[in-house]
C-alpha cells in the first residue's frame, strides 16, 4: 500500500483521506502537531485544518484495507523541520527537511515546486515509490513525464519543496504513477479501465433546456470511466418500441457541441403506453435485448414516478418475460437488477427534495424577460397585463417571476383562496399600488392555478375582474412554449453537467441493496436522494392539493418554496398595509452599495427596503459608497415610490465605488452613523465590501456607532467573497459571458480550424473562467489559482490540433479556450493567441476575444434577482434579531466589551456554503479563512469543477 501525503499553498485546499478511524486520528494529529495547523472545524469524519498559508481538508472514508499509520510511525518516517520561512510571506512555498527517508514504508511523497511560479523556476518532481521494506525503488519526474525505473535509495537527508496534489484515495504503489495527476475530491472520476458497464440514458415527459447538457454529461462520463454509453430516443416510447433504431450506442464524437442546443437531441415523449404494465413489460425486454445495464431518466415528476414503478416491478417483469420465453436463463441471471438513476428534467421544477431542476431557471429567464418587455408597453399605456406562465401542478415558475419582475400579484395552485376572496385580495393590492402612482399592473396566473373549490382560475377570469371592478385596460399575455424554448441558462447547463457526472457515478456505486437514487441540489451542493422516497413526497404535494389540504401541500413543498411565498407576500404588500412589528420594535436600518456594480444589487436594495416597510422598519439609502457618505451626507430615506422597477435592473441604482471606511474618512462614517442613529447596517459588495465590513467591526472599540448588528450581502461577478460559494451577479456575469462564448464559438465552428481565446474579468478568481468552461465545454481554461505552464500550454496545444485534424472540415468543432485575464502576467490573452498560432504550425489558428465589462451584464439573471430578495430579508432578519446580543455588549458607560460569539453573531457574512444558506463572523472569515494578498478566500470550493471541465472535453493534465 501507499499513502500519498499531500500540502498546499494557500490558494486551495487539499483532501487527504484515511481509510481507518486510527490513521484518520493520526493524519489529523500529523498535521495539528507538526505543521501547527489549526482546526477550522470538524465533525466525526472530517475535519478542516488551517493555518494562513495551508488547508487541508482530511476526510476519513470507510476502511477498505486496515491500513494504519500510528503516531510512533509518522516519527519515525517523518523528522520534519519546518524551515524558519515557513510562516514567513512566501504563502506558496513549504519547505521541509525530510529526515530517514530510506526507511520510509508504504509512503509516497510527491515532491515538488510550488504551483504558482514561472516556469521557469520550477523544480521538477519526483514521485517516489517505495518497496514495502521502504527502499526507493522508483523515481518519477513527472514534470518531463519520465518513467518509472528502480535506483538505489536517495540520501538519508534532503531540503525539498513539497507540492500540492490533491489525491482522492490511497492507492496501490504499483500503480501510483496514472494515479498521481487525478487532483479531484469531487465526484472522483476513475480512468477508464474496469466498468464495462452498458449505461443508457433517456428524456422524457416535457423538453427542458438543460437536458442536451445532461445527455451529453452522462455519455461520456460513462465513456470515460471505460462504460459503454447508450441513448433511448423518444423517452419511454424508445423502450417500448426497442431495437437499435431507439437503443442505440453512442460516441464521444455524437454529443460534440451538445451544451449549448435547446431542447432534446433524442426526443421525448408522452408515452401512454409505458402507464401500461405491457408496455413496460416490453421496456424491460428491449432494455435486456440491448445489453444495458444502468438507466438514467432525465425527467419531471411524471417521468420518475414511471421510473420508480418500473423498478419496483422489475422483478416480476423479467420473471414474466422468463416465463414467456422472451428472454434468455442467462439474460434473467445477468439483469436481475434494474439499476436506474433519476436526473430531474422538467421546467415546472415540481420534483420534492430538490431545490432545482433542470430547465427550471432557463424557462424562469425566458419568463422574466418576457414580462420586462410587457412591463415596457404596459407603462407606456398605464395598462395592466395577465400573463400566464407554465406550471401544471407548481407554482414555483409563476411565484419566482413574480418575486424577479416584482408583480403585482400572483396566482399559484398551492395557495388558493375563495374566488371572492381572491378578487377583493387582488384588486385591494392593486388598487393601492395604483393610489401610489404605480402605472403598471402585473399578474401573474400559473397555468395550474385554482381557487379554494380547486376551480381553475384562467388569465380571462382575472382580466374580468380588473376590467370590471378597477376599470383597468388590460390585456392577456399567454406565453406558452416560448417558455420551453432557446438555449439552457448557465445554472442549468452546469446543474445538468454535474449532475450527469454523479448520476454514472451513482449507477456504478449501485449495488442490488443501494435504493435507486435521484440526482438532486441543495443550495449549491449535488446530492443523491432515494428515488422512491422523493416520488412519495411529490406526490403527497399532489393528494394534499386535491384534499383541499393546502396547509398540508405547503408544508410538504421545499422550505425554500415557503420562504419565497412568505418574501413575495412581504415585499408586495410593503407602505400599504400595517407593518408587522410593534412601534417599540422598529429600526433603522441602512443599505450601502460597495465596489463593482453586480446584477442583483438593486434586488437586494429593493427588497431590503421594500421588506422593512412591511414590518415597520425604516429603510435608508447610503448613495455612492463610502465616499458619497463622509463627503456629501449621501444618506436619503427610501420610499416605494422611488423604488419602483429597482428589481429588474442592472448595475447599482444607489451608486458604489471601491472604496472602504478608512479610506473615506472612517471618523466621517462613525459621525453620520450617529447623526441618523442607525441600528444596522447591509452592505451589498465584493471584496472592498468585505474589507469595509472588517474595518468597521474592529473600529467599534473606537467608535460606538459601529456597535449595531452589520452584514454583508455578496455581491461580485468575481464571486470570491470568503464566506460564500455564491455572490449575487455570477450568475448573470457568467450568462453574459456564456453568451458571448457561445457566440464566437459559433464563428469559430464556421471558420473550421480556429480556436478564440476568451479573456474573462474576475481579478484572482478563476471561478467564471472555469464554469464557463463547463458550460461551453471550452476546450481549456486558465485561471489565476494554476497559472500558465509551458507544458500544460504544449499539451493543450497538441491536443487541439489532434482534435482539429480529426475533425476534417466537420461542423460543431468551434474551439474556444477560457483565459481568465490574471492568469498569467507575461502571457497576456494577445500573446497567447499568437503563441498557439505560431506552435500550431498552420493547423489552425487563434484569436483573442475579449468580452470586457460586458461581463457585468445587462439586465440581472433571475438568479442574481431572487436571491437579492431572500438575502436581503434575512440580512434584515440577521439584524432584527441580534438587536439584544450586541445591546448586551454595550455597557453603560460607554466601554465597549464583546464576546467572539457576540462579534460572530453581530458582524457577518451571509453566504451559501454546500446545502445551508449561513453567516459567518467577518472576523474568523478575515482573520482565517481569507488570502488578503490576493483578496481571496483560502478554500477554493469549485476546484472539483475544473477537473470535471476539464474530464468532459478529454483535456490532458500534465
Ligand atoms: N404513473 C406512471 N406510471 C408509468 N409511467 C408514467 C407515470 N407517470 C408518467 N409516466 C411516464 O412518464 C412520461 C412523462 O410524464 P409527464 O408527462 O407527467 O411529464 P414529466 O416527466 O412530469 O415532465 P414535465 O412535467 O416536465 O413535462 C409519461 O408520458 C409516461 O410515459
Ligand atoms: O408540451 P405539452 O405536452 O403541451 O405540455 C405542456 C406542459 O408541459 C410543461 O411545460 C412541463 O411539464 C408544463 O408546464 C405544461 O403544462
Ligand atoms: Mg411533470
Redesign the pocket.
Known sequence: MAVIIPLVNGTSYNTVTAHSAESYKNTVNFYTKFLGLKTQSSKDNESILTNEDICIKIVLEESNDGFKLDEARFNELFKLTARSDWRSKVPQSLVFNVENINIIKDVLIELDAPRQFHPSELSPMFLYTLDPLGNVVGVTETKNAVSTKPMKPTSTTSTMKVHSSLPSKVTSSTDLAGQIKTTTNYPSLPKAKGHEKAIAVMT???D?PGMNSNVRSIVRSAIFKGCQAYVVME??EGLVRGGPEYIKQVTWEDVRGWSTEGGTNIGT????A??KREGRLLGAQHLIEAGVDALIVC????????AD?FRSEWPSLIKELLETKRISEQQYTRYQHLNICGTVG???N?MSTTDATIGAYSALDRICKAIDYVEATAYSHSRAFVVEVMG?NCGWLALLAGIATSADYIFIPEKPASSEEWQDHMCNIVAKHRSKGKRTTIVIVAEGAISADLTPITPKDVHKVLVDKLGLDTRITILGHVQRGGTAVAYDRVLATLQGVEAVNAVLDSTPETPSPLIAINENKIVRKPLMDSVALTKSVADAIQAKDFDKAMSLRDTEFVEHLNNFMAINSADHNEPKLAADKRLKIAIINVGAPAGGVNSAVYSMATYCMSQGHKPYGIYNGFTGLSRHESVRSLNWKDLLGWQSRGGSELGTNRHTPEEADIGMVAYYFQKYQFDGLIIVGGFEAFVSLSQLERARDSYSAFRIPMVLIPATLSNNVPGTEYSLGSDTALNALMEYCDIVKQSASSSRGRAFIVETQGGNSGYLATLAALACGAAASYVPEEGISLEQLSQDIETLSGAFENAKGRDRFGKIILKSKNASKALTTDKLAEVITEEASGRFDAKSALPGHIQQGGLPSPIDRTRGTRFAIKAVNFIENNQDLIAEARSDDGDFDITDKQVSATASVLGVKGTNVVFTSIRHLYDVETDIAKRMPKIIHWQETRTIADHLVGRKRV
Open positions: 422524457s415527459g416535457g427542458a423517452g419511454y415523449a408522452r408515452c401512454m409505458f402507464k425527467g419531471g415528476d411524471g417521468s420518475l414516478t414511471g414503478l422538467s421546467i415546472d415540481d401544471r
